[in-house]
Nanobody, 119 residues
Framework: QVQLVESGGGLVQAGGSLRLSCVASGLNFAGYDMGWFRQAPGKEREFVGRNAYTGATTALSDSVRGRFTISRDNAKKTMWLQMTDLKAEDTAVYYC????????????WGQGTQVTVSS
């Protein structure tokens, strides 16, 4: 079955950096656009960014642009979210998701990894 597994979360001080990983299995990774989302306590899930099957990042939310970058390696079936200059408001559970090319909506979601930024 399809699995997306996030890792790399943790506790970091404001201004610090973290790199999250999302490893996929059970799907043709190169055939999927991938996304990062986050959900802070008491808030709705929020879009962070999107990476096309080609490896190009096609969207980043205004709140993270200039601080976060997304990359992927289709051969390794892995996507990364490099986060720098972290702020307290970046504290959230971060999820990766997979959207099959030319389809609408994300079909698969990971279980999430917690990122906590202390101020």
């Amino acid at each position: 079955q399809v699995q997306l597994v996030e890792s790399g979360g943790g506790l970091v001080q404001a201004g610090g950096s973290l790199r999250l990983s999302c490893v996929a299995s059970g799907l043709n990774f190169a055939g999927y656009d991938m996304g990062w989302f986050r959900q802070a306590p008491g808030k709705e899930r929020e879009f962070v960014g999107r990476n096309a099957y080609t490896g190009a990042t096609t969207a980043l939310s205004d709140s993270v642009r200039g601080r976060f970058t997304i990359s992927r390696d289709n051969a390794k079936k892995t996507m990364w979210l490099q986060m720098t200059d972290l702020k307290a408001e970046d504290t959230a559970v971060y999820y990766c998701a997979a959207q099959r090319r030319f389809s609408s909506g994300y079909s698969y979601w990971g279980q999430g990894t917690q990122v906590t930024v202390s101020s």
